[in-house]
């Protein structure tokens, strides 16, 4: 059974700490990619990463930073949490095109409910 | 950057009725998905629909997609109660990315 992982369900932090959300994979996917979700905002891509060591920002990559170190691992870094980030975070993974596969289908992770007092 | 939009926006439904929602975007498409969120929980994908494809069905779920009005649509038949969710468009436009939509939260009372 193909999973994305996350390292918490729930959060919460308080205003100025740093934060590390992990996500993993077990389906040796090339890409990954963070969103957050709001009411009434739907998802939005914070950072995306095609490959180990690589990281394109989304579109909304402020207050943000990512690391993939390991192909199955991408973490998503709040250097200083703010209240303005409190939200639902998701992780999702997905195959390269490149790898001539067709489908992007994404598969997403249980998600963190993230809490910044 | 483009993103899908579904109306409408929430839809409260009998069980064992259709529920039908749609989703516009904004410029050429390699393919378009449809995706389901139970309350606080990840999304999962349901269905995906080529450029070249008008219609395409998968158990009681039916997806057509318009290339020339840029529209598709959702059609989940004989809705059961476990239906109740957010249903999300996504739109591959061919790098890797997914735009997706607000979502479309779907009641379906028993």
């Known amino acids: 059974d193909v999973k994305v992982t996350q390292s918490s369900r729930y959060l919460v932090k308080r205003t100025g700490e740093k934060v590390f959300l992990e996500c993993v994979q077990d389906m040796d996917h090339e890409n990954m990619f963070w969103y957050r979700q709001d009411p009434g905002l739907g998802l939005r891509l914070i950072y995306f990463?095609?490959?180990?060591?690589?990281?394109e920002k989304g579109d909304i990559p402020e207050g943000y930073s990512v690391s993939r170190e390991k192909k199955e691992r991408f973490s998503l870094i709040l250097e200083s949490a703010s209240t303005n980030q409190t939200s639902m975070y998701l992780c999702a993974s997905s195959p390269s095109s490149g790898r001539g596969r067709k489908r992007n289908e994404q598969f997403f992770g249980p998600g963190t409910r993230l809490t910044v007092l | 950057s483009q993103q899908g939009e579904e109306d409408p926006q929430a839809l409260s439904i009998q069980e064992g009725e259709n529920a039908t929602m749609n989703c516009s975007y904004k410029t050429s498409i390699n393919n378009l998905q449809w995706y389901r969120q139970n309350s606080g929980r990840g999304l999962v994908h349901l269905i995906l629909i080529r450029s070249n494809e008008r219609e395409k069905h998968s158990g009681r779920l039916r997806v057509t997609l318009d290339t020339s009005k840029k529209s598709s649509s959702l059609l989940i038949t004989a809705s059961r109660a476990a239906d109740t969710a957010s249903y999300f468009c996504a739109t591959d436009y061919g790098n890797n990315r997914l735009a997706f939509g607000k979502g479309n939260q779907v009641v379906v009372i028993p």
């Open positions: 990463s095609y490959d180990v060591k690589m990281k």
